[in-house]
């Protein structure tokens, strides 16, 4: 049974393995030109599974940000894999001991929460790691493909190939963006501080742009767009 639960999670997790392969190969590149090594981009995938969260902290080392900088930039990106941990809880089998929900709240991304979330039965710990690993696979294994290839590839080519992680961000904002008018604002303002900030502010930094244009667009979102009470 225990060993049916991993391959259950794995077999879960092989969509989101594909996907991730071919978006995090446009990190790779990205994080390449930025002047990172190729083992140094892969331990980045490794050991800090999350897109937007790498992205932008790549920025970050890419303008000599500081220490502070990035801690702040990831806590403002990263911050709603603390919630889908705390919604996820409430499904755990009674197996999940601290260190077992440890250990998987390291691969809790937006992906695995979807697949965990539309699981009936309660979660066991197997299931999740077997996930959590084919996932965490995909994405590293695309990370080191495309750093090499990086490397190895003229510069017209990584160039045009380094947008497929921005395009990653556009299939996600667009859709939900064009049914909720409180994405589509929250989107908005965003793109708008961003420009604010580039040619107002352009010694500002990458990951400071970040936080201010998220805390903003947040907090108008919530002025403007409160959620109404559910009955």
């Given amino acids: 049974m225990r060993k049916n639960d991993f391959l259950k999670g794995m077999s879960h997790g092989i969509p989101i393995a594909l996907g991730y392969l071919s978006v995090s ?10 002047g990172l090594s190729v083992w140094e981009a892969s331990l980045i995938s490794l050991t800090n599974l999350t897109s937007a969260g790498q992205a932008a902290g790549v920025d970050v080392i890419a303008s000599n940000g500081t220490l502070f900088e990035m801690i702040l930039v990831q806590l403002t ?17 009674t197996s999940f001991t601290l260190p077992k929900r440890l250990l998987a709240s390291y691969g809790i991304t937006d992906e695995i929460f979807g697949v965990c979330a539309g699981q009936e039965s309660p979660l066991k710990p197997l299931y999740m790691y077997g996930m959590i690993f084919i996932a965490t696979l995909g ?3 695309g990370t080191f493909l495309g750093a090499y290839a ?3 590839l003229p510069a017209s080519v990584t160039s045009a190939l380094g947008i497929v992680l921005y395009g990653m961000f556009l299939a996600i904002i667009i859709p939900p ?12 303002v965003s793109a708008i501080l961003s420009i604010f900030c580039k ?4 010694s500002l930094s990458g990951g400071f742009t970040v936080i201010i244009c998220a805390v ?15 009955a």
Wanted: hydrophobic share 55%; aromatic share 14%; net charge positive.
């Fill in 177 to 188: 963006a064009r049914k909720e008018r409180s994405i589509l604002f929250v989107v908005a």
């Fill in 77 to 93: 990106i990263n911050i709603r894999y603390a919630l889908m941990a705390l919604s996820l809880s409430q499904r755990l089998h």
């Fill in 150 to 152: 990086g490397e190895l």
């Fill in 216 to 230: 903003i667009s947040a907090i108008l979102a919530a002025t403007f767009f409160p959620r109404e009470d559910e």
């Fill in 25 to 34: 190969f446009g990190f790779g590149i990205t994080a390449v030109k930025a």
């Fill in 139 to 141: 994405w590293v294994m």
């Fill in 199 to 202: 040619y107002i502010f352009p």
